[in-house]
């Protein structure tokens, strides 16, 4: 069982930056593919980025490239979500994700969510 909580939330001006955490409980961590997910009001669950592994190459929304990074520290048990240059349009709950072994865009584990608010 993993346990996944988001931090680091909050309204933050167009053009501006945010970094989000991801705590993870359990000695497995460096087991999961980590990714995270977005929701805006009456949209759906949108895939923004993921390691395709424990570590190493990545997978990004065309809509955040270039402005979002992944990381992650597995001493620490903990994801990160640098985001950069942030629109008006990345408005949403962001959501933290963990995948056994490797990345199919079907998480085993979800974290509550962190609402992210850019104002234009």
């Known amino acids: 069982q993993v346990q996944l909580v988001e931090s680091g939330g909050g309204l933050v001006e167009a053009g501006g930056s945010l970094r989000l955490s991801c705590a993870a409980s359990g000695r497995t961590f460096s087991s999961y593919a980590m990714g995270w997910f977005r929701q805006a009001p009456g949209k759906e669950r949108e895939f923004v980025v993921a390691?395709?592994?424990?570590?190493?190459?990545?997978y990004y929304a065309d809509s955040v490239k270039g402005r979002f990074t992944i990381s992650r520290d597995n001493g620490k048990n903990t994801e990160y979500l640098q985001m950069n240059s942030l629109k008006p349009e990345d408005t949403a709950v962001y959501y933290c994700?963990?995948?056994?072994?490797?990345?199919?865009?079907?998480?085993?584990?979800w974290g509550q969510g962190t609402q992210v608010t850019v104002s234009s």
């Open positions: 390691f395709r592994w424990s570590g190493g190459s990545t």
């Open positions: 994700a963990a995948e056994r072994d490797y990345w199919t865009g079907t998480p085993d584990y």
